[in-house]
């Protein structure tokens, strides 16, 4: 039950014992004995009263805001990582972003592991406080073993996380992208007052983490999710995964940045050119174009709105959620991804079962990766905060 009470207060400081023991569905003296053992170890403090409701009013509980403990997340894409520390309020201290590391370069690996390395240097970060690291990537990752098996197993990307386990002496877990970003949506965004709910990550490819039941839906071999792998593009061009007509070659932010580069290259006046110039990652160029107002950009970014809609419809009438959920870096634009997108689930969904589906654009946006991945290693290790 300790466990269950640290994660409870991580992500949810002040609550009183009677709120924790109703989540639980424990008995208030059982929950009030772990609570008195975890304040005697100085782990969890007093700090305040609930809000009153007709009686005496409760006493409110919090981790400990002295404790100096911290987790290390590296959040990783398939052109750019971002490593972050952060405390125990969820709050982060420190963050190197936009590192970019080409995941199909043979030494992203040693990159990775060098970026780490000069981050816990440069932040001069005591690892004995640190509880554990998390990592995030793309690819059929599977928590339990550890392994990314998107990669042969002569890569050195098939087990990172065996190898910064050893170079950094620290428990490790790993995780797939999407479904850490599904989980922070659960924990601190859009997914919170819904049960049953489907994330889109919308970044360089399309990716899905399903929540039903409140929890993760990974399916037999941890591989469910794959949205962006549905055969659906009428183009044939080929995907990363060696197939041809996945949604991912149409529906995603790739997709927009290369046909935004096409209609530039045939004479086609846009501010993209000039933003790509100037920033490290060319999806902030194209988010940042967006926003300014460009129509080459704007129009782009319809098209594979659209095309996403045409997914999600295939998904609503499979899963039947009560919320889709737009996250991811494609959540900055999603106002103007939202109308492309509900103008499809129109077209091909059939109405009776679409109109119990709402539509939601994140306010996590690019953050819920990271937030995500601190919270893999709170949910495995969040014990480690015990003397």
Request: hydrophobic content about 40%; glycine content about 6%.
């Amino acid at each position: 039950m300790i466990v269950e009470i640290l994660r409870m207060l991580y992500y949810k400081p002040m609550q009183p014992i009677a709120d924790i023991a109703n989540s639980l569905r424990r008995s208030i003296p059982s929950v009030t004995k772990q609570m008195n053992d975890l304040m005697t170890k100085n782990v969890i403090v007093e700090k305040g009263y609930a809000a009153s409701t007709g009686g005496r009013k409760a006493i409110q509980y919090m981790l400990n805001e002295e404790l100096k403990h911290s987790i290390i997340s590296i959040a990783i894409d398939q052109f750019y990582t971002s490593i972050s520390l952060t405390n125990l309020k969820a709050e982060i201290i420190s963050s190197k972003n936009n590192i970019p590391i080409d995941l199909s370069d043979r030494k992203a690996t040693d990159a990775i592991l060098e970026a780490l390395n000069i981050f816990i240097n440069s932040n001069q970060i005591d690892l004995k406080q640190v509880i554990g690291i998390g990592v995030s990537m793309p690819g059929f990752v599977d928590t339990d073993t550890g392994l990314n098996e998107s990669y042969n197993e002569d890569s050195s990307l098939y087990n990172i996380r065996e190898l910064i386990e050893k170079k950094f002496h620290l428990p490790t877990i790993i995780d797939n992208d999407s479904r850490c970003v599904a989980w922070a949506e659960k924990k601190f965004g859009s997914a919170q007052d819904s049960s049953h709910s489907l994330v889109i990550n919308l970044n360089w490819g399309v990716g899905l983490g399903i929540l039903i039941n409140d929890d993760i839906f990974k399916g037999t071999s941890g591989y469910a999710g794959e949205f962006s792998h549905i055969p659906l593009s009428e183009t044939l061009t080929l995907c990363s995964c060696g197939k041809r007509g996945c949604l991912e070659v149409e529906a995603s932010i790739s997709a927009a940045v290369r046909n935004i580069e096409r209609d530039i290259k045939n004479g086609e006046y846009s501010i993209y050119e000039k933003l790509a110039g100037e920033y490290v990652n060319k999806i902030e160029a194209l988010i940042e174009a967006v926003q300014i107002g460009d129509q080459v950009a704007i129009n782009n970014i319809g098209k594979i709105g659209y095309l996403l809609g045409k997914g999600i419809s295939t998904l609503i009438h499979i899963l039947n959620p009560s919320k889709i959920i737009i996250s991811g870096r494609g959540a900055e634009i999603g106002h103007i991804l939202a109308p492309h997108i509900q103008v499809a689930i129109n077209e091909y969904s059939i109405p009776k079962i679409a109109k119990k589906t709402t539509l939601s654009i994140s306010s996590l946006h690019k953050k819920a990766q990271q937030i995500g991945t601190t919270a893999l290693v709170i949910e495995k290790y969040i014990t480690n905060i015990i003397n």
